[in-house]
């Protein structure tokens, strides 16, 4: 339950300094504005996203793309204005039915393109729902669903590797270590191994996204510290939030979630009722 509100309280704390410079004051509460002009605690397509595939869960107990792309186009109908580029191109090509030949939904080939990071946070639950050995298939196959670079869903793989062992009872550092013995990126995996010699980069880009995240958790002393670091970096806040937040959360348990950031949190009873679902689920 932590590392699902803390997915959704790390988007929502995030989402007002999305594509900004990280501010000159840190922000330690929920605030409204940004770019999108969000009301205080509302969430972004990083939580719409992770909703539908937490729904898509509990319902058919596995990962299913025939039952998980209409709830994800759903959600993209609602509001488009806040999805990210790739999968907003790729959620366009499925509603115009020009999806290439032999990449349809679910099965879109792996290319050069699609190394963003909208897959990692999306494909967050699946962490919860999956044991550590079974987790890395369903991420690679969630992320080709908008994005088909391979790096893209390798990223996806470790972080839902880590939240797995972490909601198994694993100490950060021992989630952190069989993460790696399972990354098979030769791009990502050197990063990782030497965290603490890159700086935190806030961008899109899938590999820094995972390497912000994985560091802030490494170094954090609680959950609060890890997503007050995290969204305050500025760039794409959100998302480096939301996917901060699912660790940390994993990590510390929705008891170490401060009361006032769940308060604020737009639709936060049915959040929290999902993801009480998603345990049951997961665990029965």
Not at 177 to 198: D, V
Not at 223 to 248: E, H, M, P, R
Request: aromatic share 6%; proline share 6%.
């Amino acid at each position: 339950m932590g590392s699902f509100l803390g997915l959704a309280v790390g988007d929502a704390l995030g989402a007002p300094l999305e594509g900004l410079a990280a501010p000159s004051e840190r922000i330690c509460s929920m605030i409204g504005g940004g770019v999108h002009n969000l009301k205080k605690g509302e969430c972004t397509d990083d939580t719409l996203q992770a909703v539908a595939l937490a729904r898509s869960l509990i319902l058919c107990r596995s990962l299913d793309p025939d039952d998980l792309i209409p709830r994800l186009l759903e959600g993209y109908r609602e509001r488009p204005y806040c999805y990210g580029p790739t999968s907003s191109a790729a959620f366009q090509e499925i509603l115009a039915g020009t999806v290439p030949q032999g990449q349809g939904p679910g099965q879109r080939k792996e290319t050069e393109t699609g190394r963003t990071n909208g897959s990692i946070m999306r494909g967050l639950p699946l962490g919860i729902f999956f044991p550590p050995g079974e987790v890395r298939e369903p991420s690679l196959a969630c992320s080709r669903i908008t994005h088909p670079h391979a790096v893209a869903g390798e990223c996806s793989a470790f972080v839902n590797t880590m939240i797995s062992f972490l909601c198994r009872g694993a100490r950060k550092e021992e989630a952190y270590r069989n993460a790696l013995t399972r990354c098979e990126s030769a791009e990502l995996r050197p990063i990782l191994e030497q965290y603490e010699h890159y700086p935190l980069t806030p961008s899109m880009d899938a590999v820094w996204t995972t390497h912000c995240a994985v560091r802030i958790l490494l170094e954090s002393a609680d959950f609060t510290d890890a997503l007050i670091t995290a969204v305050n970096l500025g760039g794409d806040a959100d998302t480096i939030g939301s996917v901060s937040g699912a660790l940390a959360g994993a990590a510390w348990g929705v008891d170490a979630i401060p009361s006032d950031w769940l308060v604020c949190l737009q639709d936060h009873c049915d959040l929290r009722s999902l993801a009480r679902d998603l345990v049951k689920v997961a665990y029965d």
